[in-house]
Each structure stands twice: as C-alpha cells, then as structure tokens.
C-alpha cells in the first residue's frame, strides 16, 4: 500500500482543502497520515477524521520583531528532528504540504529523507511557510494563474484549489431547518474565517436589529467569538465553527458576506453565491486577500469593500446591491473557467510519488 503524509494548520484554510483530497487518496489505495500542531485547530478537524496524527513542535515565523523570533527558531529545529523520526517510522511514498508554520520542519524533513514533497499554495502569492519550503519540495500546486511565475525554480503548477465534495451536496432546506429559519427573508451568511473576524463582527452585532429587519443571519463568527447574549435572537444563529452542517447552512445562503481567503473564495464560486468580500488589510496581513479579492471583483463575481471602508452604511447600500442584482453575479460565476482543483491535485501527487 501506498502511504502519504498531510500536513498544515494554524487556521482551517491550511487543514480543509487536505480533507477535499482524502477521498480520492484512500479510493486510490493511498494510506493516510498527519502531521500538525499539538493545540492547532488542525488536530481536531483530522481526529474527527479518523486520520492518525502526529503532533510536533513549531515556531511562528513573524515578519515583524517580537522577542519570541529568539526563542521560535529553536521550536522549528525540535520539529524537524521530530518530523524526520516520524518520517523514518513511517516511511511514506509522498509528503502533500497545505502550508502554515508546521508544514515548515515537516517539508525539510520529507527532504532529508530523500521523499518527494507536493505543496499547494491557495493565495496569488506565495506565503512565508510556503516560501521557505519551496527549495525542499518536488512542485508547488497554486491556485491563481497569476501565482505561476512567482514560485521559483520553475516549481509551480497550475491547478487550482480543491473543493470538498460534499460542498455541494448540501440541502437549502435543511439548511435553514439548522439555523431554525422561516422563507420570509433571504438568508445573509457570514464568514470571518475560522479564527473570527472581530472587526466584522463588531459591525454586525452592533447593528444586529438593523440587519434582521431585511434578513435572517446566519455567523461563522470564530473559536471564543460567540455572544451569548444573542443566542435567542430571532432570525440570528451563531457557530464559532462548522464542519458536518456546513454543506447544508452555505446551500441555504442567498448571499455571502466573507473575508477573502482563498479557500473560501473558490468554495463561493463553485457554489455559485453571490457575495461580498472584506479582505484583511495589509496592517494586519501581507496583503494577499486583497489580491484576491482584486482578481474575483475583475472577474464579476465579488463586490469588495476595503475594511478601512466599511462601516454598517455602507455595508447595509453594498448588501442591498447585491441582493438586487443577484442573478448577475451568479451568471458571471456560472460562466467562470475555473475548475475543481482536487482531480489535478491528485494527478501531481500520483505522478510524483515515489
């Protein structure tokens, strides 16, 4: 039997594309096991898999000063002489590397012990993690067309983000009996990511009784973000975090308010949800939402509003927009080239394994 080792983690965009591949993986006799972080958001979403997990150590790598630069490297090298024991027990056939800090002494290990590496990068440039492991890994799979050319190395291949199956297999209908929602009002779902969106958050649970006067809200709101004094808020249901209702609750979305990861972009598209898109500002990010939100709004499919702009005003006149002009924005998407990315993935990793 073949046998490949997953890795990434730090926030569930680093984790979920892994589960859209495991499918096809075990159907093609791959055996499966992950390595990640002992507290990352990464162990629960695998072990709820069934999947065998290793747990390593790993330091963030910051592009700003902080005292722990110090202290993180030497949580990088314990990872390593972790990973490399894992990879001598284990002795898989592939390493398929999501990203995030772990996937870092995970890839180098995989290099050391002479296993070829396939990584996928979601966003149009590349991250640190992913930077850093490039010159370890056999090729890099991106996302965006634009990303080729900045993979070094001639390393990149173009393959797009996979999608998880049961995305769109999901009911509007129960759905909406999840959320508890009658047919009066179009259902607005927000996402903030997996760690939450404090700022998004804010505007909404500030405003709330504004909003449900025109919809019934559905708020992915984070991990420690819930307000429990909203909990019996009609027309208002709350999840720090969803996994097995997800299909169901993103089917009952007439339209999408959402930060700008990658990931949850291209589930958006494929989906066909007319959304609107807040990306990370660069104060607190390297940028790499606002491109993709950039390239989305080009293409039709996303209105975007920088966060230095929002506030519930204009947040209230962008949802009206997009409500009125729905069946654009699903057209627009509906026409978009872009593929599932999960069978092209697999193809790389078939071709390179050892």
Do not use: W
Not at 99 to 107: M, T
Not at 110 to 124: F, G, Q, R, W
Not at 252 to 263: C, E, K, P
Not at 330 to 336: F, Q, R
């Amino acid at each position: 039997m073949k046998k490949i080792i997953m890795t990434g983690g730090g926030s569930a965009g680093h984790v979920t594309p892994n589960l859209a591949l495991v499918p096809k993986l075990k159907e093609l006799g791959y055996e499966i096991k992950y390595i990640g972080t002992k507290d990352g958001i990464e162990r629960k979403i695998i072990e709820q898999e069934k999947i065998d997990y290793y747990a390593i150590s790993s330091g963030k790598l910051r592009r700003y000063f902080d005292i722990k630069n110090f202290t993180d490297p030497f949580k990088v090298l314990k990872g390593i002489c972790q990973a490399v024991v894992i990879m001598k027990k284990e002795k898989p056939n592939i390493v398929f590397s999501k990203g995030g800090f772990v996937a870092v002494p995970v890839v180098i290990a995989a290099h050391l012990n002479k296993i070829p590496v396939i990584a996928h990068e979601s966003d149009m440039t590349p991250g640190l993690a992913n930077r850093l492991s490039t010159p370890y890994c056999t090729k890099v799979c991106v996302t965006f067309p634009e990303s080729v050319n900045k993979v070094k190395d001639n390393k990149a291949v173009l393959t797009g983000t996979p999608i998880r199956e049961e995305l769109l297999n999901g009911s509007r209908i129960l759905g909406r009996k999840i959320c508890e929602f009658g047919q009066e009002k179009p259902v607005l779902l927000i996402i903030g990511g997996s760690l939450g969106s404090k700022f998004i958050n804010d505007i909404i649970r500030n405003n709330i009784d504004k909003f449900l006067e025109d919809y019934n809200i559905v708020h992915i709101c984070g991990k420690g973000n819930l307000d429990k004094g909203l909990v019996e808020k009609k027309g208002y249901k709350q999840f720090e975090y969803i996994n097995e209702e997800l299909p169901h609750v993103m089917n009952a979305a007439d339209i999408v308010l959402s930060r700008a990861g990658a990931n949850v972009i291209f589930e958006l598209l494929a989906l066909k949800k007319p959304n609107i898109l807040v990306p990370l500002s660069k104060k607190s990010s390297r940028g790499d939402q606002i491109l993709n939100a950039a390239s989305f709004e080009k293409s039709g499919y996303s209105i975007v509003i920088q966060e230095e702009e929002l506030n519930e005003n204009v947040l209230m006149e962008n949802l009206r927009e997009l409500c009125n002009n729905r069946n654009k924005y699903i057209n627009n998407m509906e026409n978009s080239t872009v593929k599932n990315g999960t069978e092209a993935i697999i193809n790389t990793i078939k071709k390179y394994t050892k």
